[in-house]
Structure formats: C-alpha cells, structure tokens
C-alpha cells in the first residue's frame, strides 16, 4: 500500500464506521419513537444512512481493505474510527429491554452529525480522490431531507414547552462535550487535508460553528467555545464499552456460524 | 316529480339504500351514511389490522440490527419499515372511521396497552433465531399477502385503496422471506437445523393465523358480517386451504419437514386435512397471553410514556402556531 492509500483508507474508515454506527443507534428506535409517523420516517433515515455506510465500505474493498462485510462485521473495536460520541447509547436499557431512550439527545445527536455530514459532502465534492467525489454526490440529495428532518424536530421541541427547551438544553451540552471527536479527522489529519482528499480540520469545525449558530439564532439559543473531545479520539481507535456493546449485536449473527458461506 | 331528501328516510329506508350500494358492489366512503354494525365491523377489522402491522414490526425489530451482512441490514430495515407503514396508514382510515363517535389515535393505543384491542396470534410468538426472520418474512406475510389480497375488493373504499398499496410492498416482503429461507436451507448444516426448528416453532400459529373453521371454535367470529357486507370474500378455511396448497410443496421443496405428520392432500374431498390447532391456546394467545405478550405489549407502552412529553411539546408548538397565524 502507498502512504497516500493509507491517509485516503483512513479518511474512508471514518466516514464508514461514522455512518455505520449511526445509522445502528438509529435503527435502535425503530418501533419506539414518539409517534408512528416519526417511527416510518426515522427508519428511512436509517435505512439510507446505513446505505452511505455500505458505499464507502464498497470504496475500502477496492482499495484491498477486505470485504464488505468483513469490514462492517469483522473487525475488533479498536480498528473503528468513528466518533465516540455517535457510538454512545440512546439511553438506559436495551432495544429489546426497558429502553428509556432519550428523544432530546437523539434529535440533538442527529442534528450535529446532519450539519457537520452536509458540509464534509460539500468538501468531498472536491476531493483529490476521485470515487469520493462520486459517492459524496450519490449521498447529498438524501442528506438534504435527512438534515431538514433534524432542523424541523430541533425548531418545534425548542419552541414549544418548558420540559422540552430544559431537556433539549441538557442534551445540546452533553453532545457539545463530545462532538470534537466527529470533526477530528484523527493523527493523519493533516495528511489527510494536505493531500487535499476533504478541507482541513479547522475549516470543518469553523464552517460547522457558523451554521450551527445560525440554526440556534432561530431559537434564540446561544452557546460559547469549541466543541470538546472529553471522551477520546474515536478517530484514534479508542472507545467505550457502548462500542464493544454494539459491535457485538451488530455481528451476532455473522460470528454464530464460522463455516457458513451465504446467509 | 317528487324528491324526498336523504335526510328525511326512515332509518329502514336508508338502512335498504346502503344495502342496494353493497349488492351493487359500489364502494362507500368515509362520509357516507352506514349502519353501526357496518362501521362498527370495519373498526374492529381494521384497527386490529393496523395494530397488527405495528406490533408485527416487534419480532423482527429484533433481528434488524443483527442481520448479519449489510445487504440483509438494508433489506430487513426496509421491510419492517413497510410494516410501520402499513400500520400507520390503516390507523389513518380507521381514525376516520372512529371520529364520528369522539374517539382518536390516543384512545386505540390504550386498547392496545389494556388489551381490549387484540392483534396478531403470530405477533404474540417469540423469534429466538435468525431463521426467525425468515420464516416470518416468508410465511407470515405470505399468509398476509392472501388474506390482504382476498379483500382488495372490499366494499369500504378507504380500506381498499391502503389495501392495495399494501399488497404491491407485500410483494417485496416475500421476495425478501424466501431470499433468507433459501439462504438458509442451502447452507450448512446448522443453519438448515436453525431454519427446521424455526419452521417447527411457527407452524401451528400458521395455521392459526386464518382463524378458527366455525365459530363453534371459539365461540365467536365476525366472518359472516363481514361476507354479509362484502368486506371479505372468502372463509378461514377457504384461506387456509388456499395456504397449504400455496405453500406445502414450496417448503418440501426446500428439503424442510412439515412438523405435522397427519398432513395430506384428500383427492376425493379436494382437500388438505391437517392436524387441528389448539384452539383454546389461540384464544388464550390472542386475548393477549401468548409467550411474548405482555413483553411486547409493554416495550410499546413503556415508550409512548416515555414519549409524552415529546407529543405534549408538538401539540404545544402546534398551538402556539395556529394562535400566531390566526
Ligand atoms: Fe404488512
Ligand atoms: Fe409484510
């Protein structure tokens, strides 16, 4: 492998396992959202964030990085470079058991992810790396819809009761704690934007705080400073049980039988 | 000559028009004038249809995440999504329906938490193994896809038209099922042994699925007011015979065992005699004690009351909204 293939497979590992894990929390919900409408909607989303997921694992396999499904189904935690904080758990309990999931941090967890997704699709428009350009295009029509969901749940549930603005708060500085790690682009950051494949670091995080603040103006909502990284750098390969956890539901079934060839 | 306003019939008359509609295989709408029975029928078919849908999206929601390579993850989700989506578009005719007697979403979902509304026998079973998925996504929606289809032609238009959406996704629901059956079935020996001991698991709640031949079985059934009103065009036993002969040699095909060694098709009566289900244990499933009711039941009601204050906080905005633009 040449160094330039290891900073671009880099790159293309965390935009995978970024949307990979995501798209999992998400799929967690599916039958206890807050309404049927929003159970039908939500897992679209999923559905379709599962599918940017597999485009860029399908761009590592022609890279030599292995399969498909070795990649999403094969490999230790410590090898994913998604952010710590989109691996986080959607709240108390299981999916199958007395979840108490929390809807606030959910939208809010989303509606970062939503923005910061769009704007590294805008800057993978222009990749050195061609098949990113290709695939960053395939995605950013759904991601428009996808972003516009977050933007409306964000705006209701912050302008509508008392309960709803103090839980959507709590959640906003929660996410804010973590949320570095999923503009990090990890060690070889540098490399990564000197070789042009996306814009740097400090771009990512400049223009996401400008369209942050923007959405927030709309509610009259203010926050100060950078978002942190208080958890670690998933970019890095560290991470928490809630990983290991979902790893190990995520591929039950595809470790259940070694010498099983189709499924 | 002489006009007499729809009105101004005695409730026999209007009673003898609506009838005339039926025989004339016209369809009513959800504004037409209809007998109580009528509507109180289509109320408990549909809503148990709709929460049926919702409640069927449980067994599988398990084995969403686990689906074990991302094309299965792909299909999977896509397939239970459809069921939510057929849930929530059955609710939306059935809360038409409803309104007229003051009674809404909120309502149908306490019946379903107090077991008043009754869905699925199927969707009371647990779902233990990935086969589950498969045999679930093959055979109860094939099942389904021919008590769906049977009435397409209902009389009740709102009910036809979600009807027929649903039958088109349907489709695509049993390409997925037997896509994973045979997945299975021409595996490795533990896999086809997983996809056996499946098939064992669901094939008495298979058979249950169409309900009892006669009311005699448990006491009391809606099937004749539903022929009387052209709302369904066949009998239990009619469906299921339907399924068996549908289905049988598909499954012997796959080098599968139906776990019924009674099973045979009767030339001279031209039809299949199986083993009888426990109809008792149907009655008792459906009243909401089957294996895996009340977890069920309960993952569903824990999260509406876990959600509240999410709904609270739309109708809040909702509010506040119509007051700004008024
Ligand atoms: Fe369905
Ligand atoms: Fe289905």
């Known amino acids: 492998m040449t160094k330039d293939n290891k900073y671009i497979s880099e790159l293309i590992y965390q935009l995978a396992d970024d949307n990979f894990i995501h798209s999992y929390r998400g799929s967690e919900w599916l039958g206890l959202a807050p309404h049927i409408e929003e159970d039908v909607a939500f897992s679209s989303i999923n559905q379709d964030t599962m599918g940017h997921a597999s485009m860029y694992f399908e761009l590592l396999e022609t890279l030599g990085e292995g399969s498909v499904d070795e990649l999403s189904h094969n490999r230790k935690p410590k090898d994913f470079r998604n952010a710590i904080i989109l691996e986080e758990a959607n709240g108390s309990g299981t999916y199958l058991d007395q979840p108490e999931y929390d809807w606030a941090f959910t939208v809010i967890r989303h509606l970062f992810f939503g923005v910061l997704k769009e704007i590294r699709l805008e800057s993978l428009n222009q990749s050195s790396y061609e098949p990113l350009i290709h695939t960053s295009r395939k995605i950013q029509t759904e991601q428009y819809y996808h972003l516009m969901h977050w933007k409306t749940w964000f705006t209701q549930l912050m302008l509508s009761t008392q309960e709803a603005r103090d839980k959507m708060e709590q959640a906003i500085s929660r996410v804010w704690r973590d949320f570095g790690g999923v503009i990090s682009l990890g060690k070889y950051g540098k490399e990564i934007s000197d070789l042009k494949l996306i814009a740097s670091e400090d771009e990512l995080r400049s223009e996401w705080l400008r369209r942050i603040h923007q959405i927030f103006d709309q509610v009259g909502f203010s926050i100060e400073g950078n978002p942190g990284m208080e958890q670690g750098n998933g970019r890095n390969g560290e991470h928490t049980e809630d990983l290991t956890s979902a790893l190990n539901i995520l591929s039950e079934v595809y470790h259940s039988d070694i010498d099983a060839v189709t499924w | ?326």
């Not at chain 2, 509507?39 to 067994?59: D, F, T």
């Not at chain 2, 993850?73 to 239970?80: E, F, N, P, T």
């Not at chain 2, 379903?112 to 929606?141: G, Q, R």
């Not at chain 2, 289905?247 to 009767?266: A, C, H, N, Q, S």
């Open chain 2, 1 to 326: 000559m002489v006009t007499v306003r729809f009105s101004e019939l005695t409730e026999e008359e209007k009673y003898n028009h609506f009838m005339e509609r039926i025989e004339n295989d016209e369809k009513i709408e959800a504004d037409d004038w209809m007998p109580d029975e009528y509507r109180n029928a289509l109320i408990k078919l549909i809503s148990s249809h709709g929460i049926s849908e919702i409640m069927g999206a449980l067994p599988e929601k398990e084995w969403v995440p686990k689906a074990p390579t991302i094309n299965r993850k792909l299909s999977i989700m896509a397939k239970v999504q459809d069921e939510m989506g057929h849930g929530q578009l059955l609710l939306r005719v059935n809360e038409d329906l409803i309104k007229p007697l003051g009674r809404n979403r909120e309502n149908v979902m306490n019946d379903l938490f107090t077991k008043k509304l009754k869905f699925h026998n199927v969707f009371h079973m647990p779902s233990p193994t990935w086969a589950d998925a498969a045999i679930i996504a093959w055979l109860v929606d094939g099942a389904a896809i021919l008590t769906q289809t049977m009435m397409l032609k209902t009389s009740y238009g709102p009910y036809g038209r979600a009807l027929k959406r649903i039958c088109q996704e349907e489709s695509f629901h049993a390409k997925h099922g037997e896509s994973l059956t045979l997945a299975l079935a021409s595996g490795t020996s533990n896999q086809k042994q997983m996809l056996q001991e499946s098939l064992n698991r669901w094939w008495e709640s298979l058979l249950m699925f169409f309900g009892p031949k006669s009311k005699k079985d448990i006491g009391s059934s809606s099937v004749d007011i539903n022929i009387k009103y052209k709302l369904r065009t066949k009998t239990n036993e009619q469906l299921r015979q339907e399924f068996l002969t549908k289905y049988v040699p598909k499954i012997k095909l796959l080098g599968l065992t139906i776990p019924d060694e009674t099973l045979r098709f009767d030339e001279e009566k031209e039809e299949w005699i199986y083993r009888e289900p426990d109809w008792k244990k149907f009655k008792q499933v459906v009243s909401g004690n089957g294996p895996k009711s009340e977890e069920r039941i309960a993952l569903r009601r824990d999260s509406y009351k876990n959600n509240e204050w999410v709904r609270n906080a739309l109708a809040a905005y909702h509010q506040k909204n119509r007051v700004f633009a008024g």
